[in-house]
């Protein structure tokens, strides 16, 4: 069987991947998992089940190469298994448990254990953060039963164990699951001094005007170098309320402006979506005037947000920053806006 450190020396030679010594570094890691899951499993009355391996926490900076480590170990197993971004499998989790208690089942955490246990031998969770009471409450008890049933997790994610869901309410209540993480899986650093991401935009054009089919092939391009060939929904949970971007992965979303300054949106929906992904695409920014007022002031919230977050942001638009908000009720506090949207186009933006 071909090794993780095989695979990944493979695609460097092949051009696909830029070498990286932090990344060399965590693949002996992940392929001690992918070697004692690939052996055979001895059948037998009086066998017992062999002790799974101990798990994986890849954490470091945004860019590092985690998530594509991620897909290449994926790539590499024989076993059940599934790849899914933290936040999403959190969303379908809390889904199920919602339909079990209408059910009337009293403690739903430990059939939606089950059904995932007898699905997969192995768990690959993208992006693990918790920023929600409820997610909270939630994975301490489904985890330590996923465990407890064999199943082998891998997570990566930007924080170290201790700082997940840090100053969050009751977080007292949730420091055994941060314990248990540190028991059953091995946790390690990423800790490379390249963001391939940013690298990757590095002297890139991420601002095109007109918004016109030019726009759209060169925004094309740059979503296939960032998401390849990959993604999902990522759905925002504020206030009850649900935002669904349709075009997701890695911590790269790409909406239209009228799917985000089109809608009834506001502050707290922004500062949630840059809370929640690194690089936004923007596409078919309008000219803005008194006639799209609400609009233009949602967009100056969202970049305000962005800004303040260091997203980075790749945007087509009706007209350079300066001409898109040229008269009407709010022209001249736009200035600042337009400021923004220079300043966030330099190459070393969300650096």
Same mark, same amino acid.
């Given at each position: 069987?071909?090794?993780?450190?095989?695979l990944y020396e493979a695609r460097v030679a092949e051009g696909r991947l830029k070498p990286d010594e932090a990344q060399?570094?965590?693949?002996?890691?992940?392929?001690?998992?992918?070697?004692?899951?690939?052996?055979?499993?001895?059948?037998?009355?009086?066998?017992?089940?062999?002790?799974? $391996?101990?798990? !994986? +926490?890849?954490? %470091?900076?945004?860019?590092?190469?985690?998530?594509?480590?991620?897909? *290449?170990?994926? @790539?590499?197993?024989?076993?059940?298994?599934?790849?899914?971004?933290?936040?999403?499998?959190?969303?379908?989790?809390?889904?199920?448990?919602?339909?079990?208690?209408?059910?009337?089942?009293?403690?739903?955490?430990?059939?939606?254990?089950?059904?995932?246990?007898?699905?997969?031998?192995?768990?690959?969770?993208?992006?693990?953060?918790?920023?929600?009471?409820?997610?909270?409450?939630?994975?301490?008890?489904?985890?330590?039963?996923?465990?407890?049933?064999?199943?082998?997790?891998?997570?990566?994610?930007?924080?170290? $164990?201790?700082? !997940? +869901?840090?100053? %969050?309410?009751?977080?007292?209540?949730?420091?055994?699951?941060?314990? *248990?993480?540190? @028991?059953?899986?091995?946790?390690?650093?990423?800790?490379?001094?390249?963001?391939?991401?940013?690298?990757?935009?590095?002297?890139?054009?991420?601002?095109?005007?007109?918004?016109?089919?030019?726009?759209?092939?060169?925004?094309?391009?740059?979503?296939?170098?960032?998401?390849?060939?990959?993604?999902?929904?990522?759905?925002?949970?504020?206030?009850?309320?649900?935002?669904?971007?349709?075009?997701?992965?890695?911590?790269?979303?790409?909406?239209?402006?009228?799917?985000?300054?089109?809608?009834?949106?506001?502050?707290?929906?922004?500062?949630?979506?840059?809370?929640?992904?690194?690089?936004?695409?923007?596409?078919?920014?309008?000219? *803005?005037?008194?006639?799209?007022?609400?609009?233009?002031?949602?967009?100056?919230?969202?970049?305000?947000?962005?800004?303040?977050?260091?997203?980075?942001?790749?945007?087509?638009?009706?007209?350079?920053?300066?001409?898109?908000?040229?008269?009407?009720?709010?022209?001249?506090?736009?200035?600042?806006?337009?400021?923004?949207?220079?300043?966030?186009?330099?190459?070393?933006?969300?650096?």
């Amino acid at each position: 069987m071909t090794t993780l450190t095989e695979l990944y020396e493979a695609r460097v030679a092949e051009g696909r991947l830029k070498p990286d010594e932090a990344q060399r570094a965590v693949l002996p890691a992940l392929e001690r998992i992918r070697a004692a899951l690939a052996e055979p499993v001895k059948r037998g009355f009086f066998r017992r089940a062999p002790e799974p $391996p101990k798990g !994986l +926490y890849l954490w %470091g900076g945004v860019g590092r190469g985690k998530s594509m480590l991620m897909d *290449l170990f994926v @790539e590499s197993l024989t076993v059940p298994a599934r790849r899914v971004h933290f936040h999403a499998f959190m969303q379908e989790v809390q889904t199920r448990i919602h339909e079990l208690r209408k059910e009337g089942v009293e403690d739903p955490i430990k059939p939606v254990a089950k059904e995932i246990s007898d699905s997969v031998r192995l768990l690959a969770y993208d992006e693990m953060q918790i920023t929600d009471i409820t997610d909270a409450m939630i994975v301490g008890r489904l985890f330590e039963r996923l465990f407890d049933a064999g199943v082998v997790v891998v997570t990566t994610s930007n924080r170290v $164990p201790d700082d !997940l +869901y840090k100053d %969050g309410l009751n977080r007292q209540l949730f420091l055994p699951f941060i314990a *248990l993480l540190k @028991e059953r899986m091995e946790v390690r650093e990423l800790a490379s001094d390249k963001d391939h991401r940013q690298d990757r935009l590095s002297g890139a054009q991420v601002y095109f005007a007109p918004a016109d089919s030019a726009a759209r092939a060169g925004i094309d391009a740059l979503w296939s170098e960032l998401t390849p060939g990959q993604e999902e929904t990522l759905t925002l949970h504020v206030k009850g309320r649900e935002i669904e971007l349709p075009r997701y992965y890695n911590g790269v979303a790409r909406a239209s402006f009228f799917t985000l300054c089109g809608k009834a949106l506001g502050p707290a929906d922004y500062l949630k979506l840059a809370e929640s992904v690194r690089v936004l695409i923007l596409e078919d920014i309008p000219r *803005l005037s008194r006639q799209n007022f609400n609009e233009a002031r949602r967009f100056v919230t969202l970049i305000d947000a962005l800004y303040e977050a260091r997203v980075r942001l790749i945007a087509s638009a009706a007209a350079e920053p300066e001409y898109l908000y040229v008269e009407g009720s709010g022209s001249f506090e736009f200035e600042r806006t337009a400021s923004r949207l220079r300043e966030m186009q330099a190459a070393d933006w969300g650096t």
